[in-house]
């Protein structure tokens, strides 16, 4: 009898990953069956807080109730002397059974205590011969054994292991996203004039000439709305107005590019929605943009789920995904702004870490894709720079990436960049 033991934490990925692995098939012959034998049953220690994560993977690895073994530590996850006393007793139970051929602890998650305990638990148990211990490396997605060695040989544990978004969601008891979100995986390529178009109004906007901009957000629901409120943009000299024949045109031109890219996407009409327009051009081509030229580049990096836009809840409370892309097992979330400034664009950076290790665990990379750069002025200056640097003082940058203006102007550089991240560079 192969026994594979994990302890539980707050985060359900690795001790998913790790046993989704171990069970496949598809697994070298000789690793499977003498290096890391394929686990016959698999001892889950877990505390109250954790028992449904627990019951969360179990359901996912389809794995039979009969070949789990469960040790509920309750609320005594730091009581060093208990786990072992535990497991090393429940060691014992199974050795009445069975022989024990091996024993497999990977003690990636859960807490230190329970690391300790199980290992004490297990070096004390001496009717077993061969005893492995493993951990998961988050950044190369791969078994480290205690000798150094590294599994799969080739290629990572996301060759092995798949997972859709949806089941994601569910092994985090996340409510799951609504089926039509993720079903919008076919947003319209955009053209290369239209972006083009999009990234010359933010740079004007970045360069000072607000009022492209602004416009949308004083658009007419009214005539008199508009004439009013222009008087009063007339008295500022903050912004400098654009000749309204000028700004027709540029309405014109962005009306064109809209109803020829997305129009039947949205199954709006875009004439007459300026609230939406307004939307738009502040940050959804910018993901939309992201989207597509992720969807070109899907297959090469043999990606195998992909979704945008899609809203969940945890603890009661919504927030939003911009883009997520899965590679077998292996989560990439992205946060898009069109803004440049130093303090929003580090906002989004905390903010796009912290959910992507939410339901991805520290296996997951985290990219911010903005229109910042290193090139401005005052606090906005080397401002991709400045946040590569905010990351890697809480060891972040490991699994954080931050893609800038310079980087996603080019179409042909900004996927050479998304290949690099994907493929682990």
């Not at 609230?275 to 943009?289: D, M, N, P, Q, R």
Request: overall charge neutral; charged content about 30%.
């Amino acid at each position: 009898m192969n026994i594979l033991i994990l302890s539980i934490g707050s985060n359900p990925m690795p001790n998913f990953i790790v046993p989704g692995y171990l069970l496949s098939n598809k697994r070298d012959k000789y690793e499977r069956e003498s290096v890391l034998p394929k686990p016959d049953k698999i001892m889950f220690v877990y505390s109250t807080q954790t028992a449904p994560f627990k019951n969360l993977i179990v359901k996912q690895l389809n794995f039979d109730d009969n070949k789990v073994l469960n040790i509920n530590l309750e609320d005594n996850q730091r009581k060093y002397d208990l786990i072992k006393k535990r497991v090393l007793d429940k060691l014992y139970e199974l050795k009445k059974e069975n022989n024990i051929s091996s024993i497999h602890l990977n003690y990636t998650g859960g807490t230190k205590p329970m690391a300790v305990g199980i290992s004490s638990a297990v070096e004390k148990f001496t009717k077993c011969n061969k005893k492995i211990y493993s951990d998961l490396s988050p950044s190369k997605l791969t078994l480290t054994l205690r000798n150094g060695d590294e599994y799969p040989i080739n290629g990572t544990m996301a060759d092995f292991v798949k997972l859709t978004i949806e089941e994601l969601y569910e092994l985090h008891d996340l409510q799951k996203p609504d089926p039509e979100k993720l079903k919008k995986k076919n947003s319209e390529l955009y053209s290369e004039e239209f972006i083009k178009f999009l990234f010359n109004k933010n740079g004007g906007y970045k360069s000072g000439d607000k009022d492209f901009y602004d416009k949308w957000y004083l658009l007419p629901t009214t005539s008199k709305s508009y004439k009013a409120r222009k008087e009063l943009r007339k008295k500022s000299e903050k912004y400098q107005i654009m000749e309204e024949d000028e700004l027709n045109d540029e309405l014109e031109l962005l009306k064109y590019y809209l109803k020829e890219s997305i129009s039947k996407y949205y199954q709006i009409e875009i004439s007459g929605d300026w609230k939406f327009i307004s939307a738009f051009v502040s940050g959804i081509w910018l993901e939309e943009y992201l989207l597509s030229v992720i969807l070109e580049i899907k297959d090469e990096c043999k990606l195998t789920d992909l979704a945008w836009n899609i809203e969940t809840k945890i603890a009661g409370r919504k927030f939003e995904l911009d883009v997520i892309a899965i590679k077998g097992c292996e989560t990439f979330v992205f946060s898009c702004t069109t803004d440049f400034s130093s303090g929003l664009c580090k906002s989004k950076a905390f903010e796009v870490f912290y959910r992507s290790n939410q339901i991805g665990g520290e296996v997951s990379k985290s990219i911010l894709v903005c229109m910042a750069d290193n090139f401005g002025s005052g606090s906005n200056s080397r401002v991709v720079d400045d946040i590569d640097i905010d990351m890697s003082q809480f060891d972040a940058n490991k699994n954080f990436y931050i893609l800038g203006s310079e980087d996603i102007r080019d179409k042909k550089n900004f996927k050479e960049k998304l290949i690099s991240i994907f493929e682990g560079e």
